[in-house]
């Protein structure tokens, strides 16, 4: 989230909105990336185990994730409207768990919400704390479809670095010295 890493609290709980998926939707996000029989072809699913059009499991993340920048970029928006600076969420070094549970099909309304499991400073980050993220999808009937759990970085708004940390992050910053540093570090 854009909040800083102390203002998170693990139990925290962020709804992330909604979205309904259409028959269109759903076969224009196969026809480009799951081209499957049974998210681009309603007549043969009908006869086969899905009973029918169903969405890709990746669509269904996708809108998630989608979902959940929106709302990140929304409340950032919100904070700097208010005075306030937004804390810094980072890359996520990856997911450790995803499921589809149920299908998504044409017209379902699927709810997303975000809920934060743990948190830790990061080892290997100085100034960045880890979180342990757990998000999921509910359709109109209350059936959960899909869940993730990952991780993800959020900056921390006062870190307690060591001065050899402090000096590297400066050196890191410069504009000519940075940018060969973090080229070397990445081979």
Same mark, same amino acid.
């Given at each position: 989230?854009?909040?800083?890493?102390?203002?998170?609290?693990?139990?925290?709980?962020?709804?992330?909105?909604?979205?309904?998926?259409?028959?269109?939707?759903?076969?224009?996000?196969?026809?480009?990336?799951?081209? #499957?029989?049974?998210?681009?072809?309603?007549?043969? %699913?009908? #006869?086969?185990?899905?009973?029918?059009?169903?969405?890709?499991?990746?669509?269904? %993340?996708?809108?998630?994730?989608?979902?959940?920048?929106?709302?990140?970029?929304?409340? %950032?928006?919100?904070?700097? %409207?208010?005075?306030?600076?937004?804390?810094?969420?980072?890359?996520?070094?990856?997911?450790?768990?995803?499921?589809?549970?149920?299908?998504?099909?044409?017209?379902?309304?699927?709810?997303?919400?975000?809920?934060?499991?743990?948190?830790?400073?990061?080892?290997?980050?100085?100034?960045?704390?880890?979180?342990?993220?757990?998000?999921?999808?509910?359709? #109109?009937?209350?059936?959960?479809?899909?869940? #993730?759990?990952?991780?993800?970085?959020?900056?921390?708004?006062?870190?307690?670095?060591?001065?050899?940390?402090?000096?590297?992050?400066?050196?890191?910053?410069?504009?000519?010295?940075?940018?060969?540093?973090?080229?070397?570090?990445?081979?």
């Amino acid at each position: 989230m854009t909040r800083w890493y102390e203002d998170i609290d693990v139990g925290s709980e962020f709804p992330l909105g909604e979205h309904t998926f259409t028959t269109g939707e759903i076969k224009r996000f196969a026809k480009s990336y799951d081209p #499957q029989y049974f998210h681009l072809d309603g007549a043969l %699913a009908a #006869q086969s185990q899905f009973g029918g059009l169903v969405a890709s499991g990746w669509h269904t %993340a996708s809108m998630g994730h989608r979902k959940m920048v929106d709302t990140i970029m929304a409340e %950032a928006d919100q904070i700097r %409207a208010t005075g306030g600076v937004p804390g810094e969420a980072g890359p996520s070094p990856g997911i450790d768990k995803m499921d589809f549970l149920a299908p998504v099909r044409p017209d379902d309304t699927i709810s997303y919400r975000l809920l934060v499991r743990a948190k830790r400073p990061s080892k290997s980050l100085p100034g960045w704390g880890v979180m342990t993220y757990f998000m999921d999808g509910t359709n #109109q009937d209350g059936v959960t479809v899909y869940t #993730q759990e990952f991780v993800a970085f959020n900056r921390i708004r006062r870190p307690n670095l060591t001065l050899g940390q402090r000096v590297g992050m400066f050196i890191a910053a410069l504009p000519i010295v940075g940018p060969m540093i973090r080229t070397r570090r990445l081979r």
